[in-house]
């Protein structure tokens, strides 16, 4: 789950929701600073969630970006992990 280069602290991924081809994340799941295993979601506007494991932070993420989509539009949803 994390990046480990020889002689460094391990980087854990961060994971961006997109919608269709766009290049702007939606929301960001980022891992909790202080617990591990934890999640929290990151909106734009600075905004960061409580803290979940992380299949209930992609899933809670996606569902909340689906409220502010076009309704009909057949564009998927898409994660990117960086």
Do not use: F, Q
Request: charged share 25%; proline share 9%; glycine share 6%.
């Amino acid at each position: 789950m994390c990046l480990v280069s020889p002689g460094t602290e391990p980087v854990p991924h961060v994971y961006r929701l997109h919608y269709g081809k766009s290049t702007k994340a939606l929301a960001e799941v980022i891992p909790d600073d202080e617990y591990a295993g934890m999640w929290r979601i990151r909106w734009p506007d600075g905004r960061v969630s409580d803290m979940v494991n992380l299949t209930r932070a992609k899933d809670a993420a996606c569902v909340l970006a689906m409220r502010v989509l076009p309704t009909g539009n057949a564009k998927p949803l898409r994660w990117d992990k960086v």
